[in-house]
């Protein structure tokens, strides 16, 4: 049995090289570096109260944990950037698009639509498949769209689009 068929993983050109990167950074700096960590806290002698080791260990599954799962999500990831849209005009809302919204009380606000690896509320980068992405999705400069937020219902007017 295979299962049910997976949803597609997109992820902007931007968010792959930033995982690559993070993954760059684990395997030859991190990693060998809490490597020879443990071998000298290993060759101070009894290993079960020795915190050094213990910990070296830990952070050690750690890592190799992440590198396993960035190794994965990078293997099945789609990489989607502006090109990638087969012809389809800028003046839409799609998967890596940054979109200036206005909402009821005249405050303007920007947002870059991106894959579940690269959500960052701080710098207000959404997923395509949150309640406000998917309500941007497909929209064009002036339309006003309405999403559901926990305090409400919202209402965002949209005022420029554009891709990086």
Do not use: C
Not at 50 to 68: Q, S, T
Not at 73 to 93: K, Q, S, Y
Request: glycine share 8%.
């Amino acid at each position: 049995m295979n299962g049910p068929p997976r949803e597609p993983h997109y992820i902007t050109r931007v968010g792959a090289l930033r995982m690559q990167d993070e993954l760059v950074e684990l395997r030859t700096k991190q990693r060998p570096k809490i490597v020879r960590d443990v071998a000298d806290a290993a060759a101070q002698g009894d290993r079960s109260e020795n915190a050094e080791y213990i910990y070296g260990k830990k952070k050690l599954r750690e890592i190799d944990r992440r590198i396993h799962y960035l190794t994965k999500r990078l293997e099945t990831a789609t990489v989607v950037g502006p090109a990638d849209r087969d012809g389809t005009a800028n003046d839409r809302v799609f998967f890596g698009a940054t979109v200036a919204v206005e909402d009821e009380d005249g405050k303007e606000i920007t947002y870059r639509i991106v894959g579940a690896d690269e959500i960052d509320l701080a710098q207000k980068h959404i997923s395509y498949r949150s309640p406000l992405g998917l309500a941007l999705l497909k929209r064009k400069v002036g339309d006003t769209v309405v999403f559901r937020r926990p305090s409400g219902e919202a209402e965002l007017t949209i005022l420029s689009i554009r891709y990086e």
